[in-house]
């Protein structure tokens, strides 16, 4: 059975203008949902782009710190190979120029020196001294007790004059509390005539400290 619509023409058309109207006022909600839903995401996915950004600021910091480290490391490693390469072949990195300086603040003007013998040695260490404890080293040849290794060092050995055996036993006592010298032991004294008068000739053996 087929509908006879009786309305006049401008209601129909004014009901189907209504529905038209709702149909786009749904389609533009929709529409107006979607947007502000993608702008939120992409709200947040800027948000976490730029705390990623500022984290890669950040790590880019201090990678640019750490380069900035690289020269300053560089020298210092060329440095501290130069150090290992002094105490592994000459066994001191103390210089002749502090040596002398050092024996002429401790020795008195009363004494002088007769020959000064400085040059490079193996000696043999306790393992657990690590290398560097003040009576530990012996020359090569003597068998330390316990675990040892051969380590190079400067020994000097010094000759003077002095006046008396007090003299000669202040000095040694002198060479022992200064910091430049280490092991220092007494090798002999003995009378000798020098210029008609009788004085002491002695001889020290030390080692340079490391």
């Known amino acids: 059975m087929r509908e006879v ?34 702008t939120y995401f992409n709200s947040v996915r800027v948000a976490r782009a730029r705390g990623e950004m500022g984290r890669l600021r950040e790590r880019s910091k201090d990678l640019s710190r750490q380069i900035e480290m690289i020269p300053p490391l560089e020298r210092e490693l060329a440095e501290l190979l130069i150090k ?7 066994g001191s990195r103390t210089d002749c120029t502090a040596v002398l300086a050092e024996l002429c603040r401790i020795m008195p003007p009363n004494m002088a020196m ?27 040849g003597a068998a330390p007790s316990g675990p040892t290794r051969t380590v190079r060092r400067a020994r000097l050995v010094i000759t003077g004059l002095a006046p008396t055996d007090v003299d000669v036993a202040n000095f040694i006592g002198q060479l022992s509390g200064s910091c430049v010298f280490e092991d220092v032991k007494m090798g002999y004294a003995k009378t000798a005539v020098v210029d008609g008068r009788m004085a002491r000739e002695f001889q020290a053996s030390c080692y340079l400290a490391r």
């Open 114 to 140: 007769v020959s000064l013998d400085l040059k490079s040695m193996d000696v043999q260490v306790k393992s657990a001294d690590g290398g560097g404890a003040t009576g530990s080293a012996r020359a090569s």
């Open 5 to 38: 619509e009786f309305l006049p023409e401008r209601i129909l058309q004014q009901r189907a203008r209504r529905r038209r109207l709702a149909r786009q006022g749904y389609l533009l909600g929709v529409c107006v949902a979607a947007m502000g839903l993608l």
């Open 84 to 90: 290992q390469r002094i105490e592994s072949e000459l």
